[in-house]
């Protein structure tokens, strides 16, 4: 009882004394690392750990002849000279730089409708826009395996109509577009919500405001909505760069129906997949699995510094 | 040693059962194929036995594989296994495989066995499987005792020292259940190093409504196959077959049959490999069939997808070229079976029809993993799980058991895939009897990833044969170096 009384007397006159006393007594410290510790915990053994353990392989090399050998920063070396890691490489930064513009047009397209449409067909249309995302990546891809497939999906029923027979869309120069076309599907939603969400979050009064100036509802949306919503659209941009630099899912599942086409190291993270499980190149995998993050970390970082810089945003 | 028999009772034959082929066969031998098995955990540390001698009536005492194994704790009897262990104080087998009869083989075995029990846990067809493994080796412990593993991948385990060497543990008293084929398949230095069950003899299967239809005569050479072609083609009738990017194993055993031997591997000199992969009868085989698909009279479809099922069965080819587990794996998938089946085989098409050259493609073997605590048991199993083969175990494998090819139930079954066709008689025993045996490079799954990137190139026109031969052979002969081989070039 006294202790309280004198610790809530103490408090209102003198601050600086209190923080002194917390200071020196370690007990409220140690409640925040509790409270703390069951994420830390997780976060040091299934994220940490892995990470530092991973980093720790990929120093070394080990040949099927041979044994294991510290090679330092080789298999770095390896991987940047490496047309296997490179050509995947490549092609996931083209296809970032086809796929996010197509992406963040089709999501803010379809939240700046449904941010303007308030009808019942608009909340249902929301929820279909956003149903692909719900439904599991590998599910998804191989949905589209069966869409494409000239054998027997709705393609070869409705060529088979004209007499003429269904394109291989999964063949060596087709595949782009119907990678493409299957992750356009699976995320413009999520991002659809996200812009959505942000558009939701303007003042109305700015509406009115400008209305009242003689801006058309082109003008209120080019001009007003998606300034505002800047930011949603850099988020967008950011998740989208690293998942498509990381892509990995739909190549994987649709690679056994494309004939070769699809690589084994179409991708970066597939190389580093197949390279670990199938070809048992453990510690070279885990330097195409740190390179891959060098890279995205770089970009990532190049992209936030210049957005930062010209619209003052994030 | 005393192995094998002592212990296991035979497995009675039941003939009076008609040789049935199980519906649904998983894709067996193919390891390109889609993985579609739900994949199991891994089963834990395998291990060991208690027993000492025979205590079964099976069992004919003296020296039996239990005994010499060191005696295997309850807690390391593996568990969470597929099929039911009918005598729980038994040495316990954990045993991966995916053939299809493999329920009914682990229950006979276990049934014969009071000593020894299979623990059996499906961990995927093909490369699924060999991922797990290979991850179990890396990491050093998770392997099963015995593992189902195809022919072509032996060396991929071998140079890992994955594999127990069977002939320690009495296999070469089966050396006569072999054909010579078959044994150059399972062994390396000498010692056996796997039990084979299956085999897979390749032949011609054509359409007889197609061949009828447009007056075609069964080809013996690959010249009456163009020339099949080239006539079904001018009728305006369907592709004559199918020459995919996505099945290297396919490829593999056409350039063997044309006379290419790509690898020479022996565990003997276990950093040495000699690699011949650009040679006169690869680039004659690419450019054959590369010539027919530039013609328009081979497709090139894939074979692991769905599509190529569907070409099949729907008359788009009127012939595929396939081992004998083929038509186990088509059951199933909508074709017509017995008298009303339009499907026929034939003996595979010769470049001489003076000296004929078989080859096979995929077949299973069973091995024991150098993990296992209980060698002499797992050996038993290897050897025994499929040594008294009968309609029930066999399925639609063909077997490689010779005397399981001599049963005259065997001989004279009549296949309802190929409309009641005597085709082990026709056409399997005898290309089987014919195989030399291959041999297989140390790293298979990355020589086959590398034959479908070059068959992708050379089978769309973008690279010659001759300039994909050679790149293939420049890659995997540094590949080769950088893993520590020296290689030997021919």
């Not at chain 2, 189902?148 to 032996?154: A, K, Q, S, Y």
């Not at chain 2, 359409?207 to 305006?236: C, H, M, N």
């Not at chain 2, 599509?307 to 794996?329: N, Q, R």
Request: with cysteine.
């Amino acid at each position: 009882m006294t202790g309280t009384g004198s610790y809530t007397v103490a408090r209102p006159s003198s601050p600086r004394a209190t923080t002194a006393a917390r200071g020196k007594s370690t007990r409220p410290k140690s409640i925040g690392w509790l409270f703390v510790a069951p994420f830390g915990l997780v976060f040091l053994v299934f994220l940490v750990a892995p990470l530092v353990y991973a980093f720790w392989l990929s120093l070394f090399s080990k040949g099927l002849a041979t044994g294991t050998t510290f090679s330092g920063i080789g298999n770095y070396v390896k991987a940047f000279t490496d047309t296997e890691f490179l050509g995947g490489l490549l092609f996931v930064v083209v296809f970032s730089v086809v796929l996010i513009p197509l992406q963040m047009l089709v999501s803010l397209a379809a939240a700046l409708v449904l941010d303007a449409v308030t009808t019942k067909l608009a909340r249902f249309s929301r929820l279909m826009i956003f149903v692909p995302y719900a439904i599991p990546a590998v599910i998804g891809a191989l949905m589209w395996g069966f869409l494409y497939s000239p054998g027997f999906g709705p393609l070869a029923q409705l060529f088979g109509l004209f007499h003429a027979s269904a394109p291989n869309l999964l063949g060596s120069h087709e595949v782009f577009g119907a990678l493409l076309n299957v992750v356009t599907w699976q995320w413009s939603g999520y991002y659809m919500i996200i812009i959505y969400a942000a558009l939701q979050g303007i003042d109305s009064s700015l509406y009115e405001a400008a209305r009242i100036d003689g801006a058309g509802p082109w003008q209120i949306a080019l001009r007003i909505k998606v300034p505002l919503v800047a930011s949603a659209l850099v988020l967008i941009l950011v998740f989208a760069l690293i998942g498509t630099l990381q892509f990995f899912t739909e190549p994987q599942v649709l690679a056994p129906s494309s004939n070769g086409a699809i690589t084994p190291s179409f991708t970066p993270n597939m190389y580093a997949y197949n390279l670990a499980f199938a070809n048992s190149q453990i510690n070279y995998a885990s330097a195409i699995s740190f390179a891959l993050g060098l890279v995205v970390f770089i970009g990532v970082y190049i992209f936030l510094f210049a957005t930062r810089k010209k619209g003052r945003i994030v | 040693m005393g192995v094998a028999h002592d212990c296991g009772q035979s497995i009675p034959l039941d003939a009076s059962l008609a040789r049935s082929r199980l519906p649904g066969l998983g894709p067996e031998q193919r390891s390109f194929r889609v993985k579609k098995k739900a994949l199991i955990a891994l089963v834990g540390l395998a291990v060991v036995s208690a027993l000492t001698a025979c205590s079964s009536p099976g069992g004919s005492g003296g020296s039996t594989p239990a005994a010499t194994d060191k005696p295997q704790s309850q807690a390391d009897k593996p568990s969470n296994c597929d099929n039911k262990i009918l005598y729980p104080s038994a040495t316990r087998v954990s045993l991966w495989g995916w053939s299809p009869t493999l329920p009914v083989a682990v229950d006979a075995f276990d049934k014969a066995h009071k000593d020894v029990q299979i623990c059996w846990t499906n961990a995927g067809a093909g490369s699924a499987e060999y991922q797990k493994f290979s991850t179990a080796i890396a990491a050093g412990k998770g392997a099963p005792d015995v593992i189902m593993l195809e022919t072509d991948h032996l060396n991929s385990f071998l140079i890992k020292d994955a594999l127990v060497n069977l002939s320690d543990y009495g296999a070469d008293k089966w050396k006569s259940d072999f054909s010579a084929g078959t044994l150059k398949d399972i062994s390396s230095n000498g010692g056996i190093y796997a039990i084979p069950d299956d085999g897979g003899p390749v032949a011609l299967m054509y359409r007889k409504d197609i061949f009828d239809q447009y007056g075609l005569t069964v080809p013996k050479t690959w010249a009456e196959y163009a020339a099949d072609a080239d006539k079904l083609k001018s009728a305006g009738g369907p592709a004559i077959g199918d020459w995919p990017n996505d099945t290297p194993a396919f490829a593999q055993a056409m350039f063997a049959q044309a006379g290419a031997d790509t690898f020479d591997y022996n565990i003997n000199q276990k950093t040495s490999l000699g690699v011949d992969i650009d040679n006169a009868a690869s680039r004659k085989v690419l450019d054959y069939w590369d010539g027919l698909v530039q013609k328009g009279e081979v497709v090139t479809t894939g074979q692991s997808s769905t599509d190529f099922v569907s070409e099949l069965s729907s008359g788009k080819l009127a012939t595929f070229i396939a081992a004998s587990w083929e038509p186990g794996h088509l059951t199933g998938a909508g074709f017509t079976r017995g008298p009303g089946s339009p499907w026929r085989v034939a003996m595979l098409p010769q470049w001489n029809a003076d000296s004929p050259v078989q080859v096979n493609w995929g077949g299973s073997t069973y091995a024991v993993t150098t993990q296992s605590k209980v060698p002499h048991a797992a050996s038993e199993v290897a050897m025994e799980l499929f040594g008294h083969e009968n309609q029930q175990t066999l399925g639609a494998h063909f077997p490689q058991h010779v005397k399981v090819q001599k049963a005259s139930w065997f001989v004279n079954a009549e296949d309802p895939f190929f409309g009641g066709q005597k085709a082990n008689k026709e056409v399997w025993i005898p290309t089987a009897d014919a195989y030399k045996g291959q041999s297989y490079s140390p790293f298979q799954d990355y020589y086959y990833q590398q034959v479908t990137a070059m068959l992708t190139k050379t089978t769309s026109g973008a690279e010659s044969s001759k300039a994909g031969l050679s790149k293939l052979q420049s890659t995997i002969a540094s590949y080769a170096k950088a893993q520590g081989f020296t290689v030997k070039t021919k």
